[in-house]
């Protein structure tokens, strides 16, 4: 996969993670647990304009990749929630204010409509967090489906 990332405004930094498993005791990128591309954080981290050029390094464990990019004062809703698959042929895009995001060979995971209810007692934080929801959405055999 191929991920090429251009950051058209201010971000406090994105991160791509490789998930091979999550714990929804967590949240935000401690749900999931697996290996973070360093390369993504410190090649955005409190730039107003950056590149990111990349191949992603698959995996071989990996359930899904998880994009996410934290806007200025963290402003939830513009921050940046990207989770996919490889998937040979396909391809990845995205273009708004914030970015301009393309994925090669790969496949977007559409979990916005998601709303899980595992059993336990949850936090609003956690249960607003996107990362959280993907988590569940994972741990839930939603990716098998």
């Known amino acids: 996969m191929h991920l090429t990332l251009e950051v058209k405004r201010y971000h406090?930094?994105?991160w791509l993670h490789a998930i091979q498993a999550v714990n929804i005791q967590e949240c935000?990128?401690?749900?999931f647990i697996g290996e973070t591309d360093n390369r993504v954080y410190f090649g955005?981290?409190?730039?107003?304009?950056?590149?990111?050029?990349i191949e992603v390094r698959?995996?071989?464990?990996?359930?899904?990749?998880?994009?996410?990019?934290?806007?200025?004062?963290?402003?939830?809703?513009q921050n940046t929630h990207v989770a996919f698959v490889p998937s040979p042929g396909e391809t990845v895009f995205l273009d708004n204010a914030n970015i301009r995001l393309t994925i090669t060979e790969a496949k977007r995971?559409?979990?916005?409509?998601?709303?899980?209810?595992?059993k336990g007692h949850f936090t609003r934080r956690q249960r607003t967090c996107r990362n959280w929801i993907f988590a569940n959405y994972i741990k839930d055999g939603m990716l098998r489906r």
């Open 28 to 31: 935000c990128m401690k749900c």
């Open 109 to 118: 995971i559409d979990f916005a409509d998601y709303k899980p209810n595992p």
């Open 44 to 53: 955005t981290l409190h730039q107003s304009n950056a590149l990111i050029d």
């Open 58 to 77: 698959e995996q071989p464990n990996a359930d899904a990749y998880y994009l996410c990019g934290l806007s200025e004062g963290f402003n939830w809703y």
């Open 12 to 14: 406090e930094f994105f």
